[in-house]
């Protein structure tokens, strides 16, 4: 790693009561080779659980490492604690983890190689890559039906696109310049994070959050992906509300994207809507596979919300950032 300069970095990791996932996590984060100068722990929620986990198992081995710890409650949202995040962080980088996540040994090492080698570089942010994602088949049926009607996959290219649907680099073979960056893992430069916070208007509904503010950094700065850098990432499986919701907060917040950046061409509004078309057959899909009709009420529901809202989600076109 070329000394260009001694960067130091901070983790915020945003939680609600997953105590067995954060002990992981925080575990896989101390027997790093390159060791952070603190974590912020955002908790949504009040949990007796989660702060006798903190106070009694984490803090301890946090000390024992020299790694400063910050607890802090905060309202249940996951962009509201991001931004109470950076504002708590101090190091002149922000990694962002989900309390999900566990790191190989040399994740930090490998994303902070990033950092030095391209500091100077008009660098925006840095993030490495899943493994699991790693492992998808670019020529399974549902990722070939993914990618005939623009929607969201993880055998693509790293880029936003013109549908709003993210197309995740899964498995990049050398570090890789990307548009857009996967929440549970991404990092960002703190001084510019103080000029882009998370927008406020996925406050009640967060699914993209992570993706828009990566977007909208990268039209300034470079952001990169890494093959090195890896961790495991191994969600709980969402219950039949989990499904409605998420993807009803899905569908309301990709418009509300769309309108931002892509809204300006009629041919991206019949791209747009041609994925949705796509996306309501996978629902379909998802109702025979799972028995579960929770996914497709939600992308019933979530059109309704912006039908409600006369197309306008949030009632505005215009982004409102804290930044």
Avoid at 21 to 43: F, M, R, W, Y
Avoid at 71 to 100: C, M, P, T
Avoid at 147 to 176: D, H, M, W
Avoid at 257 to 283: A, Q, V
Wanted: proline share 3%; glycine share 6%.
């Amino acid at each position: 790693m070329c000394n260009v300069k001694k960067i130091t970095f901070s983790i915020v990791i945003c939680t609600l009561n997953n105590v067995v996932g954060l002990e992981k996590c925080i575990a896989s984060i101390t027997q790093q080779t390159l060791i952070p100068n603190e974590i912020i722990i955002v908790h949504g929620d009040i949990d007796g659980e989660m702060k006798k986990s903190i106070t009694k198992k984490i803090q301890p081995i946090l000390q024992s490492n020299l790694i400063a710890l910050k607890y802090i409650k905060a309202i249940r949202s996951l962009v509201l604690q991001r931004n109470i995040g950076i504002e708590n962080a101090s190091g002149d980088v922000i990694v962002f983890l989900d309390d999900d996540v566990i790191l190989e040994k040399d994740y930090f090492f490998y994303l902070f190689e990033v950092y030095q080698s391209k500091w100077n570089e008009n660098l925006g942010g840095v993030q490495g890559s899943i493994i699991e994602a790693a492992r998808g088949n670019s020529w399974s049926p549902i990722e070939v039906i993914r990618k005939i009607f623009l929607y969201a996959n993880i055998t693509g290219s790293g880029r936003l696109l013109v549908s709003c649907n993210p197309s995740f680099c899964g498995n990049p073979q050398e570090i890789k310049k990307v548009d857009i960056f996967n929440g549970c893992m991404m990092s960002f430069r703190r001084d510019i994070l103080l000029k882009n916070r998370f927008d406020t208007n996925f406050k009640e509904f967060w699914m993209c959050d992570d993706i828009e503010l990566s977007y909208r950094i990268s039209r300034k700065y470079h952001l990169y992906q890494t093959p090195l850098a890896r961790l495991h990432h191994i969600p709980s499986a969402p219950n039949y509300e989990g499904h409605r919701k998420m993807t009803r907060m899905l569908v309301y917040n990709r418009f509300y994207m769309f309108r931002l950046y892509f809204s300006d061409s009629k041919i991206n509004w019949i791209l747009f809507f041609w994925s949705n078309i796509g996306e309501f057959l996978l629902r379909i899909l998802d109702c025979i596979r799972m028995s579960n009709i929770g996914a497709l009420l939600g992308f019933l529901e979530g059109w309704k919300l912006v039908f409600i809202n006369k197309g306008h989600p949030y009632r505005k076109k215009t982004r409102e950032s804290n930044g």
